[in-house]
T-cell receptor, first 116, second 109 residues
Framework: GAVVSQHPSWVICKSGTSVKIECRSLDFQATTMFWYRQFPKQSLMLMATSNEGSKATYEQGVEKDKFLINHASLTLSTLTVTSAHPEDSSFYIC????????????FGPGTRLTVL | GQNIDQPTEMTATEGAIVQINCTYQTSGFNGLFWYQQHAGEAPTFLSYNVLDGLEEKGRFSSFLSRSKGYSYLLLKELQMKDSASYLCAAMDSNYQLIWGAGTKLIIKP
């Protein structure tokens, strides 16, 4: 149980284009979803937290107009990187929590974004 | 401020035991997590401690001392596949995870 999927696994795009990443909880309802970014040899950096049906809460320094997050249902959240640039190239990981027990976060497999 | 400290890198021998330490400072505390992350992959959950003491799970054990703001992950009978980064994360009063930078564990034959 507690499986989270991400799509796509990897994507290569041209500078200036937009990329959408989907995060789905497959066998549970995710009341909260988290989006992280991880640069090589660094730890996870939380970008934003989203609760179903409400606006995402962005961490300091994360541009909400550039990283659009939608959490329209209890099983799906999307992250759209708008007007991507090479410095946005990174490993993007989502996680989901069902709010039970100790709020454990279940991680998706990640999406490797390369912007040319 | 909130902070997690853990060693950057450790090396151990196959079949041996290794202890990875983590100290934390958070606004409130709702538990301490350990995750394993292989290169290019997402983290996978290893353990959760919210009360003081040792939690054993197979070859892996995790210890917590809330008064000292300290935890460790103990790995026994090391295998080559244990080569990975080990992330310590503390959950604060807002149930937000504060992540350490990770400890890269290198296992040598």
């Amino acid at each position: 149980g507690a499986v989270v999927s991400q799509h796509p696994s990897w994507v290569i795009c041209k500078s200036g284009t937009s990329v959408k990443i989907e995060c789905r909880s497959l066998d549970f309802q995710a009341t909260t979803m988290f989006w992280y970014r991880q640069f090589p040899k660094q730890s996870l950096m939380l970008m934003a937290t989203s609760n179903e049906g409400s606006k995402a809460t962005y961490e300091q320094g994360v541009e909400k107009d550039k990283f659009l997050i939608n959490h329209a249902s209890l099983t799906l959240s999307t992250l759209t990187v708008t007007s991507a640039h090479p410095e946005d190239s990174s490993f993007y990981i989502c996680s989901a929590s069902d709010g039970s027990s100790y709020n454990e976060q279940f991680f998706g497999p990640g999406t490797r974004l390369t912007v040319l | 401020g909130q902070n997690i400290d853990q060693p950057t890198e450790m090396t151990a021998t196959e079949g041996a035991i290794v202890q990875i330490n983590c100290t934390y400072q958070t606004s409130g505390f709702n538990g301490l997590f350990w995750y394993q992350q292989h290169a290019g992959e997402a983290p996978t959950f290893l353990s959760y401690n919210v009360l003081d003491g040792l939690e054993e799970k197979g070859r892996f054990s995790s210890f917590l001392s809330r008064s000292k703001g300290y935890s460790y992950l103990l790995l026994k009978e090391l295998q080559m596949k244990d080569s990975a980064s080990y992330l310590c994360a503390a959950m604060d009063s807002n149930y937000q995870l504060i992540w350490g930078a990770g400890t890269k564990l290198i296992i040598k034959p």
